[in-house]
């Protein structure tokens, strides 16, 4: 039974896949299983996996029709074998070789179900933390589990090892055919899994491109935000927490369509920010 088993969903990446495989490849934690599911990919990426699985046996390939990134990560998840489970997306990367090992020995130290990485997001020209831990520190309780993870600002699925068999005892999947499924699932996880620590030095590097989900703009996105956001506020109203404790809200105030100044409260604190220079409204 390898340590951690990696789940990438593989859908038209070609111009990004080597960099994401190369940094799972080069961990220095060796004992891992690297499933890849290919989601009825049209480009190359097919093709750079069989070279990848053709030098590496800890590869695995699972193919299939498109249907969409949830059910590429919940088949990968039924496919998983390992102690741990991780998410990495295909476009996305690892930026320290040791990545999985100070997650995994985190995991170990504390007898934690989830251990957290920072986050990075950018492209080729610019980048900057979303999401930085600055100190290890452990939460049981669920307020605290959603404080230090930053969700739902930060309500990703990809910069955390979950252990396996609490992960799938929560009974929890990625809806199948909805954009935003994150929305869906990690606030659930952090609920019924019962420890979280956060892991300094290791960074997730979430890349920013045009065509990717959080960048496409139509009528079902919308509507799967919109709901996904409506989920978590009912979960946390359900579960006794306060929105606006946990998360970022911000109000613009406008003048003929640009925002002059602004009110962002987080976590219960309210601070005012009147802008030094007009901007345009995005």
């Not at 995994?104 to 986050?119: H, P, T």
């Not at 055919?177 to 990690?186: P, S, V």
């Not at 003048?255 to 309210?270: A, D, E, P, Q, R």
Request: glycine share 4%; charged share 25%.
């Amino acid at each position: 039974m390898p340590k951690v088993s990696v789940i990438i969903p593989v859908y038209n990446v070609e111009k990004y896949l080597r960099e994401c495989l190369d940094s799972v490849v080069n961990q220095t934690i060796k004992d891992i299983e690297i499933i890849c599911v290919n989601d009825g990919s049209t480009d190359g990426s097919l093709d750079i996996l069989n070279e990848y699985c053709s030098n590496d046996d800890r590869f695995v390939i699972i193919n299939q029709e498109n249907q969409g990134l949830s059910v590429a990560r919940n088949n990968g998840l039924n496919s998983a074998s390992g102690d741990y489970v991780a998410f990495v997306d295909s476009d996305d990367y690892l930026l320290s070789n040791d990545y999985f090992e100070k997650l995994y020995s985190a995991c170990e130290k504390y007898n934690a179900d989830i251990a957290v990485a920072s986050i990075i997001r950018g492209n080729e020209k610019k980048s900057k933390y979303i999401y930085k831990i600055d100190k290890e520190e452990v939460a049981i309780d669920y307020k605290d589990k959603l404080l230090l993870c930053d969700v739902p600002d930060s309500n990703y699925v990809w910069n955390k090892l979950y252990k396996r068999e609490s992960l799938l005892a929560t009974g929890i999947i990625f809806p199948p055919g909805t954009l935003y499924e994150d929305l869906y699932y990690t606030h659930k996880v952090l609920y019924y899994m019962d420890k979280v620590v956060t892991v300094c030095g290791v960074d997730y590097f979430y890349r920013k491109r045009q065509g990717s989900i959080v960048k496409t703009k139509n009528i079902q996105a919308n509507i799967d935000k919109e709901n996904g956001d409506r989920e978590i506020r009912l979960f946390f109203e359900e579960h006794g927490i306060n929105f606006e404790q946990v998360a970022t809200v911000t109000q613009k105030y406008k003048i003929f369509g640009l925002t002059v100044f602004k009110t962002v409260k987080k976590y219960g604190k309210c601070k005012n920010i009147l802008l030094n220079s007009l901007c345009w409204n995005t």
